[in-house]
C-alpha cells in the first residue's frame, strides 16, 4: 500500500483533484468528510466545540453552524487553534483507520487541508500539492462558493503560504485559470502521475524494491523532505551527512518504520527510496554503536 498526502490551498482544485485519482482506482480517504463526521450531531467532538465556543454555534436543529462558526474562527488565531485542537486529532485517528483498512496494493490518497499546517506531510511517501495564485483562488471562492472576497482572503491567511506548501511538496500539479476555449490539462497531468509515479511507487514499496539509480546533485529541498520523513519514520534526530554527493547520505539512531515513508531495505544495513520519481536519490545509514559497526 502506499499513502499519498493530497492538499493544495483552499479554492485550488484539490477536491477536483482527488476526484480524479479516485476514478483511476485510489482509495481516496477525505479529511473534509471526516471533519463533518466527527463533529456531527451527538459526538464527542460536538460537544466539546459547544464547550469551547458556546451554544451559539448551533443551528436550531442542533447541528453544527459551520458558517458562524467560521466567522468567529478564521479571524482570530487563538480560537482557530483551539478549534483545531478540538478537530484534528479526531480526523487524524479516523483517516488513520481508514488507511488502514484500505487492501493490500492499494493506492490511499488522503485529501487533508491542512496536511502541512499540522505538520503532517513527512509522514506521507509522497505529497501533491495542488498550486493556483491568490487572486485566482480568491475570485473561485467568490464566484464559485458565494464567499465575499473579506472572507475568502480571511480563510486565505488562515492557512499556510504558498512557499511553505511548495516546500512540502514532491509534485506539484498547477492548476491556473484556464480560457474557455482551452481544454483543461488537469486530467492529463493526474493520469501521467497516476500511472507514472503512483502505481510504480506503490509496486516497489509492496517488492522491497529501491528505485533505479538518479545520479546529480540534488534540491536543496528534496533532501530536507527526505530528511523530514526518515525522522517522522525513526522519531528520532537524523543527520544530513552529505547533501552534494549521489546518493544523499542521512545518518539515524534506529531503523523505524521506514517503509511506512517510502523506503525499503538496500542491504548492508542501507535503505533507500522506492520513489521513482524522487529528485534525490537517499541511503539512510544507521548511527554507529559505542563498541560496534555503523
Given at each position: 500500500?502506499?499513502?499519498?498526502?493530497?492538499?493544495?490551498?483552499?479554492?485550488?482544485?484539490?477536491?477536483?483533484?482527488?476526484?480524479?485519482?479516485?476514478?483511476?482506482?485510489?482509495?481516496?480517504?477525505?479529511?473534509?468528510?471526516?471533519?463533518?463526521?466527527?463533529?456531527?450531531?451527538?459526538?464527542?467532538?460536538?460537544?466539546?466545540?459547544?464547550?469551547?465556543?458556546?451554544?451559539?454555534?448551533?443551528?436550531?436543529?442542533?447541528?453544527?453552524?459551520?458558517?458562524a462558526l467560521g466567522r468567529r474562527v478564521f479571524g482570530d488565531e487563538r480560537q482557530r487553534a483551539a478549534l483545531n485542537a478540538i478537530v484534528h486529532p479526531l480526523v487524524a485517528a479516523r483517516r488513520a483507520e481508514l488507511a488502514a483498512a484500505a487492501p493490500a496494493g492499494s493506492v490511499v490518497v488522503e485529501d487533508v487541508p491542512l496536511l502541512v499546517e499540522t505538520g503532517a506531510a513527512p509522514g506521507y511517501p509522497l505529497v501533491v500539492v495542488v498550486d493556483a495564485d491568490a487572486a485566482e483562488r480568491v475570485r473561485r471562492l467568490v464566484t464559485e462558493r458565494g464567499m465575499s472576497e473579506d472572507d475568502a482572503l480571511a480563510r486565505l491567511r488562515a492557512q499556510a503560504t504558498d512557499d511553505e506548501r511548495r516546500a512540502a511538496a514532491d509534485v506539484l500539479l498547477a492548476n491556473p485559470r484556464r480560457a474557455e476555449d482551452r481544454p483543461d490539462p488537469l486530467p492529463g497531468l493526474v493520469s501521467a502521475l497516476w500511472s507514472g509515479r503512483l502505481l510504480p511507487f506503490e509496486a516497489a514499496v509492496r517488492a522491497g524494491r529501491p528505485a533505479p539509480a538518479r545520479p546529480g546533485v540534488p534540491p536543496a529541498d528534496a533532501v530536507e523532505r527526505a530528511r523530514r520523513r526518515v525522522a517522522h519514520a525513526t522519531a528520532g534526530p537524523v543527520e544530513v551527512v552529505d547533501a552534494s554527493a549521489w546518493p544523499v547520505r542521512l545518518r539515524a539512531s534506529a531503523e523505524g518504520a521506514l517503509t511506512t515513508v517510502g523506503y525499503v531495505d538496500a542491504g548492508q544495513g542501507r535503505f533507500a527510496s522506492a520513489d521513482p520519481g524522487a529528485p534525490v536519490a537517499v541511503e539512510l545509514v544507521r548511527e554507529a554503536r559505542v563498541g560496534g559497526p555503523a
Open positions: 500500500m502506499l499513502r499519498v498526502g493530497l492538499t493544495g490551498g483552499i479554492g485550488a482544485g484539490k477536491s477536483t483533484v482527488a476526484r480524479l485519482l479516485a476514478g483511476h482506482g485510489a482509495v481516496l480517504v477525505d479529511a473534509d468528510v471526516i471533519a463533518r463526521e466527527v463533529v456531527a450531531r451527538g459526538t464527542p467532538g460536538l460537544a466539546a466545540v459547544v464547550e469551547e465556543f458556546g451554544p451559539d454555534v448551533l443551528t436550531a436543529a442542533g447541528d453544527l453552524d459551520r458558517p
